[in-house]
């Protein structure tokens, strides 16, 4: 190499950056000491800015294009170099250059639960996780705040600095936003349309042009809580909830025909129950019906008249507790039984139980069960005449 080509190596007469990443956000333009020549040629992409320093001092920062280097278009480094005339010798800065591309699906989660005081619940531990979007606005006070003389600026290097910040501007915005967890999951959009505005205000130069909540997750016990009440609440009451809680089980054992207790007698034996149940929740509103109207000492103040005593309400039928395979079940009313019994699933020797009773005890034993159990007469023989009196 000859003294002339030596010197012109020394001086950058083209200037530009082409981006084979996907995650740098800054890149210092690589000078190796060497001056920038008088006139020489600035290329400046799309999604990119060109920042010059100066001795630590912000100088011009150009926009997508083509440019010449010269007083013209660097004024503010003219200032700062102090030129009063046109220069006509090289210089030195350095040049960075900014991504203001969009830098998309960014995931954002809480490390640690965080707590809120709701209205309902009191103080509640909360989990949080979402994705955001942002990019660089203002080039030079990103370089002057954030990046600082690194060569070299890549998502993940703040990436942890604007997690925190999300964490912090969300718990503020659910704070702010009054609303109750409950209805945290209808209102994704609305807390996240607030961090977003929240954060847009940082002097970082960067702009979040997107901030979404996928999911805000409560404590396991307090979800399962919910869960139940709103099941509860679906089925209107407690005697609803016991029939689809039974209508349940029957459709399980009925996949289920050669799994659990004999298939289709446990089938059966659930469509009992349930009947059963159905049995006694009508009775007692039958009962509590008959109850209606009665003012001091038990006077009815219907239709048979101010002070005429009302028929008292018909007696409870007789419900028995059975033991099957050293489990109870029931109760079952006698007619329940009975059908039982014709199903090979009750039989003399089953232990039973009532309100009342000492212990258990056998089904024929029992005096309102005997009866169940009582032989029949055969029917006459054909050709022989009927016994007398029978």
């Not at 100088?59 to 010449?68: H, I, L, S």
């Not at 909540?213 to 009440?229: M, W």
Request: proline share 6%; glycine share 10%; net charge negative.
């Amino acid at each position: 190499m000859g003294l002339l080509d030596w010197a012109k190596s020394q001086f950058i007469d083209v200037i530009d950056w082409q981006d084979q990443t996907n995650d740098t956000i800054l890149h210092q333009y690589d000078c190796r000491g060497n001056e920038i020549k008088n006139g020489a040629q600035l290329i400046v992409r799309e999604s990119q800015s060109a920042v010059f320093i100066h001795e630590g001092e912000l100088g011009d920062v150009f926009q997508p294009g083509k440019y010449t280097l010269d007083t013209n278009n660097i004024p503010v480094l003219t200032s700062l170099k102090s030129w009063k005339y046109a220069f006509n010798s090289p210089f030195k800065a350095e040049v960075y250059f900014v991504n203001t591309k969009v830098f998309t699906a960014q995931k954002w989660g809480t490390p640690n639960v965080f707590y809120v005081r709701d209205q309902d619940f009191g103080r509640v531990s909360l989990r949080a996780f979402g994705t955001y979007s942002f990019k660089v606005v203002d080039p030079g006070m990103f370089v002057q705040k954030v990046s600082g003389t690194k060569s070299q600026f890549k998502v993940n290097d703040i990436s942890e600095e604007l997690r925190s910040l999300i964490i912090t501007n969300l718990i503020a915005a659910i704070g702010e936003s009054k609303i109750s967890l409950l209805d945290l999951a209808a209102n994704y959009k609305t807390l996240g349309d607030i961090c977003a505005k929240n954060l847009n205000t940082s002097d970082y130069g960067l702009q979040f042009t997107q901030f979404l909540i996928n999911s805000i997750s409560l404590p396991e016990e307090l979800q399962k809580k919910l869960d139940e009440g709103t099941g509860m609440n679906m089925l209107g009451d407690m005697n609803r909830y016991q029939q689809m809680s039974m209508a349940d089980a029957m459709k399980t054992a009925a996949a289920n025909p050669g799994g659990g207790n004999g298939g289709g007698g446990m089938e059966g034996m659930m469509g009992m129950m349930m009947m059963n149940n159905m049995m006694n929740q009508q009775m007692q509103q039958q009962q509590m019906m008959n109850q209606q109207g009665y003012g001091y000492g038990q006077q009815p103040y219907g239709q048979q008249g101010y002070g005429q005593q009302a028929a008292p309400p018909p007696p409870m039928p007789a419900s028995f507790y059975i033991a099957v395979n050293g489990q109870q079940q029931g109760p079952f009313p006698i007619q329940t039984l009975q059908q039982m019994m014709a199903q090979g699933q009750f039989d003399s020797s089953t232990l039973v139980w009532k309100q009342g009773m000492a212990s258990w005890a056998a089904a024929n034993t029992v005096p309102e069960l005997s009866q169940l159990f009582a032989a029949a007469a055969p029917p006459p023989m054909p050709g022989v005449p009927p016994v007398p009196g029978a």
